[in-house]
C-alpha cells in the first residue's frame, strides 16, 4: 500500500516562480496514493495555469472565493472538511504575512480559517524577502498557531541571490507529508478530555475542592491536538493557559462538568476523565456568607454525578478513559473502577506522593484495561501524555471501534 493512500490533501499555491514546481509535487503525492485537490491564489495563476494543475490532479482547480455556479456556493467550507492536510507550496511572503494576520479575501485564505486539517505551509521567496523582520515575525505567529512548515531550503534562486528561500524539492516536500501523516496517529479523531479540579459551592465565599492543578489533563489535550485530534478541553477552574487549537469550555462544579460533557458526548470517539471531580457537594448551598459562632459547624455533604460512569453507561458510548488517583492499594483499587464503572481503560497514579500527581510537573502512571496494563514510569506529564495517547490508540484499534468521521456515525 503506497504510504498516502486515501490521504486527501488540499495543496494552495500562490504567487511565486517556484510554482512551476507544484505540478511535480501533485504528480508525486498523487503516486503515493493522495487525492489532491488544488486552489490556486490570483498571483499563483500568473506562473501556471489553472489547466496545468486540473489535468495532473485530475480535479477541477479552484480560483475563486464567490463562485455562483458550484453546488453550495459553499465551496470553502466543503473544502475545508475535505481536506486531512492544507499544504500551502509555494507560499509566498505575501500568503504567509496574510495567513499571520487572519484574513479571509481569497479562497485559499478563507479555507485555511475554516478547516480542522493541519496546515503546513512551504515558503518560496528571495532570501531578503525570508529574512525581513516582517515575514519572521509573521513565521513566529504562524508556528504559535500550531502551523507547520516545510523549509525553505538554502541554494541559488531565481533571482539570482543565494541563501534561504528556496521551495523544498518535490520529492523532499512528499517525504515531509508521510512523517506529518505518520506521526498525526489521531487525525479524524474527536478526543474529550476533562482537566482540572471542580468547585461545590458552600456558600458566595467558601467551597470544597482539591488540589489538582489541571496539569494531566492540559497535557493530554496538548498531545492529542499535536496527534491532529479534534480536541475539546472540559476544564475545572484552573490557572493554565488555554491550549493553541483546542476548544476550551471552562466550568467550575461537577453538575456543570456533566452537562458540559454530555452536551458534546455524541460525537466524541475518545473520552479522557483526567479531571479530579469531586465527589461531594454540600446539600444545601447557602445564599449569605454564613456568620462564625463558637460551636463547632457540620455540614452535609451528597454526592455529586459521576461523570466518567455516565459517560461509560451510554448505549454508544465513546472509548472510555477514566483516571485513578489513590493514597493506597493503587493497583487493586483502579482495577475495581475499571470494572465497575464498565472502562475500556484506566490510568491509575498516587496521589499525596511528593514531585509527582497532584499539582505537580512530573507524574507517573500503571496503565490498566481488561487483559493487561503497562507501566509508564516518572516523566513529564507532557512526555506522558503522548505514551499515554500511544497505548489508548493501539487498544482503540484492537478492540475494532472506528472514529466517528470515518464509519460517518455522528
Ligand atoms: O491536575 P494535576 O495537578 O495535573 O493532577 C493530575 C491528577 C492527579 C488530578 C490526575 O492525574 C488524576 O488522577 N485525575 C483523576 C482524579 C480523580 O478524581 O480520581 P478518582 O479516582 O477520584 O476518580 C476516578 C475517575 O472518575 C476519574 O477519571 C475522575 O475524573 C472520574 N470521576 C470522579 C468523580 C466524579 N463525580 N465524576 C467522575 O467522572
Given at each position: 500500500?503506497?504510504?498516502?493512500?486515501?490521504?486527501?490533501?488540499?495543496?494552495?499555491?500562490?504567487?511565486?516562480?517556484?510554482?512551476?514546481?507544484?505540478?511535480?509535487?501533485?504528480?508525486?503525492?498523487?503516486?503515493?496514493?493522495?487525492?489532491?485537490?488544488?486552489?490556486?491564489?490570483?498571483?499563483?495563476?500568473?506562473?501556471?495555469?489553472?489547466?496545468?494543475?486540473?489535468?495532473?490532479?485530475?480535479?477541477?482547480?479552484?480560483?475563486?472565493?464567490?463562485?455562483?455556479?458550484?453546488?453550495?456556493?459553499?465551496?470553502?467550507?466543503?473544502?475545508?472538511?475535505?481536506?486531512?492536510?492544507?499544504?500551502?507550496?509555494?507560499?509566498?511572503?505575501?500568503?504567509?504575512?496574510?495567513?499571520?494576520?487572519?484574513?479571509?479575501?481569497?479562497?485559499?485564505?478563507?479555507?485555511?480559517?475554516?478547516?480542522?486539517?493541519?496546515?503546513?505551509?512551504?515558503?518560496?521567496?528571495?532570501?531578503?524577502?525570508?529574512?525581513?523582520?516582517?515575514?519572521?515575525?509573521?513565521?513566529?505567529?504562524?508556528?504559535?498557531?500550531?502551523?507547520?512548515?516545510?523549509?525553505?531550503?538554502?541554494?541559488?534562486?531565481?533571482?539570482?541571490?543565494?541563501?534561504?528561500?528556496?521551495?523544498?524539492?518535490?520529492?523532499?516536500?512528499?517525504?515531509?507529508?508521510?512523517?506529518?501523516?505518520?506521526?498525526?496517529?489521531?487525525?479524524?479523531?474527536?478526543?474529550?478530555?476533562?482537566?482540572?479540579?471542580?468547585?461545590?459551592?458552600?456558600?458566595?465565599?467558601?467551597?470544597?475542592?482539591?488540589?489538582?492543578?489541571?496539569?494531566?489533563?492540559?497535557?493530554?489535550?496538548?498531545?492529542?491536538?499535536?496527534?491532529?485530534?479534534?480536541?475539546?478541553?472540559?476544564?475545572?477552574?484552573?490557572?493554565?493557559?488555554?491550549?493553541?487549537?483546542?476548544?476550551?469550555?471552562?466550568?467550575?462544579?461537577?453538575?456543570?462538568?456533566?452537562?458540559?460533557?454530555?452536551?458534546?458526548?455524541?460525537?466524541?470517539?475518545?473520552?479522557?476523565?483526567?479531571?479530579?471531580?469531586?465527589?461531594?457537594?454540600?446539600?444545601?448551598?447557602?445564599?449569605?456568607?454564613?456568620?462564625?459562632?463558637?460551636?463547632?459547624?457540620?455540614?452535609?455533604?451528597?454526592?455529586?454525578?459521576?461523570?466518567?460512569?455516565?459517560?461509560?453507561?451510554?448505549?454508544?458510548?465513546?472509548?472510555?478513559?477514566?483516571?485513578?488517583?489513590?493514597?493506597?492499594?493503587?493497583?487493586?483499587?483502579?482495577?475495581?473502577?475499571?470494572?465497575q464503572k464498565q472502562l475500556n481503560m484506566i490510568a491509575a497514579n498516587w496521589v499525596g506522593v511528593a514531585g509527582i500527581g497532584f499539582d505537580s510537573e512530573k507524574n507517573a502512571l500503571n496503565v490498566l484495561w481488561a487483559e493487561g496494563g503497562i507501566e509508564l514510569p516518572c516523566a513529564a506529564k507532557t512526555e506522558l501524555a503522548g505514551q499515554l495517547l500511544e497505548i489508548i490508540?493501539?487498544?482503540?484499534?484492537q478492540n475494532g471501534y472506528l472514529p466517528h468521521q470515518k464509519s460517518g456515525s455522528y
Open positions: 500500500m503506497n504510504t498516502l493512500t486515501d490521504k486527501h490533501i488540499l495543496l494552495g499555491i500562490t504567487g511565486s516562480i517556484a510554482a512551476y514546481k507544484s505540478a511535480d509535487l501533485v504528480r508525486r503525492l498523487r503516486e503515493q496514493g493522495a487525492q489532491v485537490q488544488v486552489i490556486m491564489t490570483a498571483a499563483a495563476t500568473a506562473f501556471i495555469t489553472p489547466l496545468t494543475l486540473q489535468s495532473i490532479s485530475g480535479q477541477p482547480v479552484y480560483t475563486q472565493l464567490l463562485d455562483a455556479v458550484t453546488e453550495s456556493a459553499m465551496e470553502h467550507i466543503e473544502l475545508a472538511r475535505w481536506a486531512d492536510m492544507v499544504l500551502i507550496a509555494p507560499a509566498s511572503a505575501d500568503f504567509l504575512a496574510k495567513l499571520a494576520g487572519g484574513h479571509a479575501d481569497d479562497l485559499l485564505s478563507t479555507v485555511c480559517l475554516a478547516t480542522n486539517a493541519p496546515i503546513v505551509v512551504a515558503p518560496a521567496m528571495n532570501s531578503f524577502m525570508w529574512q525581513a523582520p516582517a515575514t519572521q515575525e509573521n513565521c513566529q505567529r504562524l508556528q504559535q498557531y500550531g502551523i507547520k512548515f516545510f523549509g525553505p531550503a538554502t541554494g541559488s534562486q531565481a533571482c539570482g541571490e543565494v541563501g534561504k528561500g528556496r521551495l523544498l524539492e518535490p520529492n523532499e516536500l512528499v517525504d515531509q507529508v508521510q512523517e506529518v501523516f505518520q506521526t498525526q496517529f489521531l487525525a479524524g479523531y474527536h478526543v474529550l478530555v476533562t482537566a482540572g479540579p471542580t468547585r461545590e459551592d458552600i456558600d458566595p465565599v467558601r467551597f470544597i475542592s482539591n488540589r489538582s492543578s489541571g496539569r494531566m489533563g492540559y497535557a493530554i489535550a496538548q498531545s492529542a491536538k499535536m496527534a491532529g485530534a479534534q480536541v475539546t478541553l472540559i476544564s475545572g477552574p484552573v490557572a493554565l493557559p488555554p491550549v493553541a487549537g483546542v476548544q476550551l469550555i471552562s466550568v467550575y462544579s461537577a453538575q456543570d462538568m456533566l452537562t458540559a460533557v454530555m452536551t458534546r458526548i455524541a460525537t466524541v470517539d475518545i473520552f479522557i476523565a483526567a479531571a479530579a471531580v469531586a465527589d461531594y457537594r454540600p446539600s444545601q448551598l447557602f445564599s449569605h456568607k454564613i456568620k462564625k459562632y463558637d460551636a463547632d459547624w457540620q455540614i452535609t455533604l451528597e454526592r455529586t454525578p459521576d461523570i466518567l460512569a455516565t459517560v461509560a453507561a451510554l448505549p454508544h458510548p465513546p472509548f472510555t478513559v477514566g483516571f485513578a488517583a489513590e493514597t493506597d492499594n493503587l493497583l487493586e483499587y483502579a482495577r475495581e473502577k475499571l470494572q490508540i493501539q487498544q482503540y484499534q
